[in-house]
T-cell receptor
């Protein structure tokens, strides 16, 4: 079974609107970390936001917030006030256990297109 | 923030030749680095964990004799694709976590390898 599932291959959003990118995960570990990354067409991976499994509050970083629902094993990314520069591929990733951040499993990604 | 560089950014080679890709952490020491592979429009797949001063740890299904990894110093890891074939054409990305960090890792800009 896939450990990280992103069910939306592509999403469209109007500029200035909010958009939610879905991510569900599967793990038996009690301690884990969830990440979202942005990958523009240039290929670089840009870290957006992190949520630890023991964090009680949802993580927020500027226009990015993570809707963490532990019982449902979901970690959706919400982007508020979308901008044209937000058009990119977005990956959800999970690090199991208390291991190094680099040893992560990535989802298949969601391509977000922001329309003017 | 911390910076990771990769060299070269693009390489085209003939089938049967070997290609070396360098990953450097520019302003911090990285005892561990990670090598990922990404096919077009697909997810990142972890290939191996590069450990300074010891052998790399390869993920299941990754041929260690084909993808040679050397972590020569605390700031440099190299990936050598030996006897490259067209199916090795891909985007190779390295990452370097901050020591002891669970949630901070920095990605290199990636290397696009095309094997003719």
């Amino acid at each position: 079974a896939q450990k990280i599932t992103q069910t939306q291959p592509g999403m469209f959003v109007q500029e200035k609107e909010a958009v939610t990118l879905d991510c569900t995960y599967d793990t038996s570990d009690q301690s884990y970390g969830l990440f979202w990354y942005k990958q523009p067409s240039s290929g670089e991976m840009i870290f957006l936001i992190y949520q630890g499994s023991y964090d009680e509050q949802n993580a927020t970083e500027g226009r990015y917030s993570l809707n963490f629902q532990k019982a449902r094993k979901s970690a959706n990314l919400v982007i508020s006030a979308s901008q044209l520069g937000d058009s990119a591929m977005y990956f959800c990733a999970m690090r199991e256990g208390r291991g190094n951040a680099g040893k992560s499993t990535f989802g298949d990604g969601t391509t977000l297109t922001v329309k003017p | 923030g911390a910076v990771v560089s990769q060299h070269p950014s693009r390489v085209i080679c003939k089938s049967g030749t070997s290609v070396k890709i360098e990953c450097r952490s520019l302003d911090f020491q990285a005892t561990t680095m990670f090598w990922y592979r990404q096919f077009p429009k697909q997810s990142l797949m972890l290939m191996a964990t590069s450990n300074e001063g010891s052998k790399a740890t390869y993920e299941q299904g990754v041929e260690k004799d084909k993808f040679l990894i050397n972590h020569a110093s605390l700031t440099l890891s190299t990936l050598t694709v030996t006897s490259a074939h067209p199916e090795d054409s891909s985007f190779y990305i390295c990452s370097a976590p901050l020591a002891g960090s669970y949630n901070e890792q920095f990605f290199g800009p990636g290397t696009r390898l095309t094997v003719l």
